[in-house]
């Protein structure tokens, strides 16, 4: 495997990522890089840091939203997120996730796969299934969609697989799941997401597939990774399975911070003279509060507020 492109140059100044580049990767052996982005600021943090693919997954219905899992999800919400996305990207490929039910019939799976697209500003769509779910990948890629599959452990599939469970671990299934890869590779999938499967069947299917495969607990031998952002950064505190790598505290270290900026209101440190406006006219009288010198100081703002 090779490095690929540094991650130095600014995401503007990048080539956008386009399916035709996630093919090239996996002939050169160049690992791929997914995370799931709801918002334009995580998005704009990930493209900096040239993460080649952003995928509004359903998860935002457990780590947004907070339910127990992702099947309240609608169509409208992920394209409300899939908008602020690609308002923060400028580099990474976008996979907007079809949530539970949209994609039930080929009808109504090319009918919303195509708002991805036309109102989410998605690349692409990503949708769970295998062979059963091959006709319908066929009628949206021929509708111009790229589609991204999903098959293994899927987790809109959760009561039928009694759980959130490790999927192919016998060699019947270990097959099905193969098969599953092959028959979305088959109806015109541009890549394929293999969660929660064995290390070694994932190492199969990814010698087999001519697409790019991305794992998730599917072990290194797939051509990419994907993880949920809110479990890479730790904003997850009570959930940390073992297919999950933190690489940073995010959750612990905003309560700090959120403690910190608690204490300086409650003791009057917050705000301080640099964070404070001054007022034109000191010498009116209306305005007996300007001779309070830790009131007037400063000008200049930024972000939300007046500019001083
Ligand atoms: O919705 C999601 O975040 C996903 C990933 C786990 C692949 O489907």
Redo the contacts with the bound molecule.
């Keep these: 495997m090779t490095q690929g492109p540094s991650s130095e140059k600014s995401a503007a100044k990048r080539k956008p990522v386009k399916i035709t580049t996630l093919r090239r990767m996996k002939e050169r052996g160049e690992r791929i890089t997914m995370v ?1 982005a709801y918002d334009a600021t995580f998005a704009q943090m990930f493209d900096e840091a040239a993460i080649e693919m952003l ?1 509004v ?3 935002l219905g457990m780590v947004v939203q907070g339910h127990d899992n ?1 099947l309240p999800v609608t169509v409208d919400e992920v394209i409300y997120h899939c908008r602020a996305v690609a308002r923060g990207t400028r580099y990474a490929h976008i996979v907007g ?1 079809m949530p539970f039910m949209s994609y039930a019939t080929p009808d109504e799976a090319v009918r919303n796969a195509g708002r991805f697209l036309a109102e989410g500003g998605a690349h692409s769509v ?1 949708l769970e299934g295998g062979e059963e779910m091959a006709e319908t990948i066929r009628r949206i890629v021929s509708a111009g969609i790229p589609v991204v599959a ?1 098959v293994g452990l899927t ?1 809109q599939h959760v009561h039928a697989m009694g759980g959130f469970r490790v999927q192919g671990k016998t060699e019947a299934a270990a097959e099905r799941v193969l098969r599953d890869a092959r028959a979305v590779e088959a109806a015109g999938a541009c890549a394929v ?1 293999l ?1 929660g499967i064995p290390t070694d069947l994932a190492a199969d299917i990814t010698a087999t597939l001519n697409i790019p495969t991305i794992g ?1 607990g599917a072990g290194a031998e797939c051509d990419g990774q ?1 993880l ?1 952002s809110y479990d890479l950064l730790g904003l997850t505190p009570n959930f940390q399975p073992k297919f999950v790598k933190r690489y940073a505290e995010m959750f612990s270290d905003g309560i700090e911070a959120a403690k910190a900026y608690r204490d300086e209101v409650k003791s009057g440190a917050f705000p301080a003279r640099e964070h404070t406006f001054g007022i034109v006219k000191r010498d009116n009288p209306l305005f007996t509060v300007a001779e309070d010198p830790k009131r007037v100081a400063g000008s200049g703002g930024g972000g939300y507020g007046p500019q001083g």
């Design positions: 799931t995928l997954g359903d998860s992702t996730d990503k999903h987790p997401v969660e998730i994907v949920v």
